[in-house]
């Protein structure tokens, strides 16, 4: 079991450095293309709209296929779209490649989430999906801030070359490690979707954008708030974005192990308060350093700590048709994503702080509270499966 949740680990760590780099290099992009950081911000929601665009996509074509087989596919996709990043010539080209590297990353969630789940013990179904996702933290951790290091000291395509390397190696691994696993029973087209049709899947759903989003919001912007208001040397952001990431990889470890034990849904529910605490905190706060730094890794970990509960909660209410339902969750977190870095950069583009993208941040963060609330209260009674 344990190989073949690391070679997935793999995987998420190259979707993760693909996602979360761009948070750290993009002053540098900025600069590279000509663009203004908002704009240059529109590179995020391009990845996460690839996101939206692929998952359900990608799920349609590959559904009758092996898991092991579709999750190879997806990763000489994430290989091929790091590598053109890398290449493009200009702002709209280096968009389009954000997109295409974006598509493979809902499906891969979706598919690794199953095979996670499959190979599981009995009664840490959550802390196995939890260790597939550690990929995703161990980015932010590391790789992340190795990439804004080398974007700072050479130039930001080196750190897209990277990604594309370590997908590489990623692939080699689940060629390796991943054990070959029957597909999923085909319930055609139509029946893909069929888990819709209930008011939990939609829920969830409308919470994960809604919460991760408003964490988007501010975390978009981390970069430039952290020199412009915090007060930090420039020299000091791979520093920063490493304890960002070591949030990350602590709230992960935490939400697989306290699902177990509490429930996912409880945990989502203490997390977003936490969350949307935070970043009110981060609007009033962000002057002051210590203050910022801390607030800034609580946020990241709540980030992390909803991620493993709320994939095994959507998997939970979208069975026959859980390939779609692990991708959608990953659609609903990047759309999300999308939706946090525009409305992150409305105060920004009019002149205002950057510790103002926290305030809509908290806005959404506590309307996915009370999502999942409504939720616990529709359905108080989770189905163990």
């Known amino acids: 079991m344990k190989k073949s949740l690391i070679a997935l680990a793999f995987g998420t760590l190259a979707l993760g450095m693909s996602e979360f780099v761009m948070m750290g290099i993009l002053p540098d992009i900025a600069r590279g293309v000509g663009v203004s950081i908002p704009e240059a911000g529109h ?5 996460a709209l690839g996101v939206c665009a692929g998952a359900p996509l990608m799920v349609l074509v590959a559904r009758r296929r092996p898991l092991k087989h579709i999750l190879l596919a997806l990763v000489c996709i994430i290989i091929a779209g790091n590598l053109c990043a890398a290449a493009s010539p200009n702002y709209w080209t280096l968009m389009a490649m954000r997109f295409v590297s974006g598509l493979p990353h809902g499906a891969f969630f979706g598919a690794g989430s199953i095979v996670a789940e499959r190979v599981a013990d009995e009664g840490r ?3 196995a999906v939890s260790i597939m996702i ?7 951790l590391f790789g992340v801030p190795l990439g804004t290091y080398i974007a700072s000291a050479l130039t930001w395509r080196v750190t897209f070359c990277i990604v594309a390397v370590w997908g590489a190696v990623a692939l080699l691994l689940v060629r390796i490690w991943v054990p070959r696993l029957d597909p999923l029973p085909d319930t055609g087209l139509k029946g ?3 888990f819709l049709r209930r008011t939990a899947p939609w829920l969830i759903l409308l919470s994960v954008m809604c919460g991760n989003g408003g964490i988007f919001c501010w975390y978009s912007y981390v970069s430039p708030l952290m020199v412009r208001t915090s007060g930090f040397a420039p020299d000091r952001l791979t520093l920063i974005v490493m304890l960002a990431g070591f949030g990350m990889f602590l709230g992960n470890i ?3 192990h306290l699902s177990d034990r509490f429930t996912p849904e409880r945990v989502v529910r203490f997390t977003l308060a936490a969350a949307c605490a935070g970043l009110v905190g981060i609007f009033f706060f962000a002057q002051i350093r210590c203050v910022s730094l801390a607030l800034m890794t ?3 970990a709540a980030l992390f700590c909803v991620s493993s509960p709320q994939q095994l909660l959507i998997l939970e209410n979208s069975r026959g048709s859980e390939l779609m339902g692990g991708a959608l969750v ?4 990047n759309l999300g994503n999308a939706l946090g870095a525009y409305f992150g950069g409305l105060p920004i583009d009019r002149g205002l702080g950057y510790e103002y993208s ?5 806005g959404f963060t506590f309307v996915g509270f009370l999502l999942v609330a409504l939720y616990i209260r529709r359905f108080p009674r989770r189905a163990v499966q």
Not at 43 to 47: E, Q
Not at 134 to 140: E, F, P, R
Not at 330 to 333: D, E, G, I, L, W
């Open 43 to 47: 590179l995020i929601s391009a990845y």
């Open 125 to 127: 179904r959550t802390e």
């Open 134 to 140: 550690v990929g995703m933290t161990v980015a932010n």
């Open 192 to 194: 893909q979707f069929r």
């Open 254 to 256: 935490l939400g697989g």
């Open 298 to 300: 609580i946020c990241t």
């Open 330 to 333: 990953q659609v609903a977190f």
């Open 358 to 362: 926290a305030l809509p941040g908290a």
